[in-house]
């Protein structure tokens, strides 16, 4: 018998705490095989949809569904997930070899068995020096591969991870991140897997679901999101450093550019789907990778260096007038308070509207 369906549904998905909403018409996919990461800041809901959809949260209304099946009423047990906790959440008086194996002890699952799942998944994640060791004697890292060592042997349908590497350091983040990509690759599970780090998202997931408030704001592939995010909110969340937003009116429409009147500055040029009408308050939005020094093109600016923030390869300089970010080569000196020419080309802009919509682009 072939391996069953991790495909998920929600739609129109609401939570209720009294009378307190907390999730509102939630609804997207989740095909078979898929890494998918929920992302957005604190209290924007991400892990009671995680808890919903592994059962540990009631639904308020709508309706999810597991490889088709309606399981809004049921129990969590049965649902076929498994679920990762940010504090891995080990019996610390056991070995790594008995926290693996409890669950599928307590399901009555022959030893032979039991023993065969265990050792491939400590194969897997590199725990197989371990397995008589308690978590005490672990790092970090480790007793993180151990959870996920737990929730591997069930052979789950989907796996869920809420902020798994959240306690772990940077380079252990780094290093965790990999490993759970290459771990997907090898597994073909479906993962879903809640962080607030886009950063994460970005370099992990198949398809990105964007929260905030408890309502998504978009659902697409990572780059999808960086080159056309749907609103202002998703341009500033997705992309390390933020996006640069100015706000202004427009003060020409001709075609599909735009002129857009920006207050100290001057006109800028940007390109939209549509006309507006000169007055209509808009912001426009450029990365700091898309500027570059000196004055070239449509869309040239000055401003003073307010600090610079030199990474080795590159470098990042705010300047506090126009009041941007900007990303230049490492090896690229300016010193605090000289002024800086740039310029950055018409069709890198974004132009959100008042509602912080974006825009169509011509």
């Not at 391996?3 to 095909?31: H, M, N, P, W």
């Amino acid at each position: 018998m072939g391996r069953i369906s991790g495909s998920l549904a929600l739609e129109g998905v609401v939570k209720r705490f009294d009378r307190t909403q907390v999730i509102y018409d939630v609804s997207f996919d989740v095909a078979d095989g898929e890494f998918v990461v929920f992302v957005g800041p604190s209290g924007c809901g991400k892990s009671t949809l995680l808890r919903m959809i592994c059962g540990l949260e009631t639904v308020s209304g709508g309706e999810i569904r597991i490889g088709g099946e309606r399981v809004n009423d049921l129990p969590a047990a049965r649902r076929g997930l498994a679920l990762v906790f940010q504090s891995y959440a080990l019996y610390p008086h056991m070995t790594v070899y008995q926290n693996m194996a409890f669950g599928l002890e307590n399901l009555g699952m022959p030893k032979a068995e039991i023993a065969s799942r265990v050792a491939e998944a400590a194969r897997m994640l590199r725990l197989g020096d371990y397995l008589q060791r308690k978590p005490t004697a672990l790092s970090g890292g480790q007793r993180q591969r151990v959870a996920i060592g737990r929730a591997i042997v069930r052979e789950p349908r989907i796996f869920l991870f809420d902020e798994p590497l959240s306690n772990l350091d940077a380079e252990l983040r780094v290093g965790m991140r990999t490993e759970l990509a290459d771990l997907h690759r090898r597994l073909g599970t479906t993962m879903i897997y809640v962080t607030h780090d886009q950063v994460e998202a970005m370099t992990m997931a198949d398809k990105i679901v964007v929260l905030r408030a408890g309502r998504v704001e978009q659902v697409g592939p990572p780059l999808e999101l960086y080159n056309h995010p749907r609103n202002r909110f998703v341009a500033g969340f997705i992309g390390s450093p933020q996006m640069n937003f100015l706000d202004g009116t427009v003060a020409a429409s001709d075609g599909p550019t735009l002129a857009v009147d920006i207050p100290g500055l001057g006109l800028l040029r940007t390109r939209a789907g549509r006309s507006v009408a000169p007055g209509t308050a808009v912001s426009i939005g450029i990365r700091p990778e898309h500027i570059r020094t000196g004055h070239e093109g449509d869309n040239n600016l000055t401003g003073a260096v307010a600090g610079v923030e030199q990474l080795g390869g590159l470098s990042y300089v705010r300047l506090n007038d126009p009041g941007i970010t900007i990303q230049i080569p490492g090896q690229t000196r300016l010193a605090h308070g000289e002024a800086a020419p740039i310029h950055f080309p018409i069709d890198a802009v974004h132009v959100f509207d008042a509602d912080g919509l974006t825009l169509p682009v011509a």
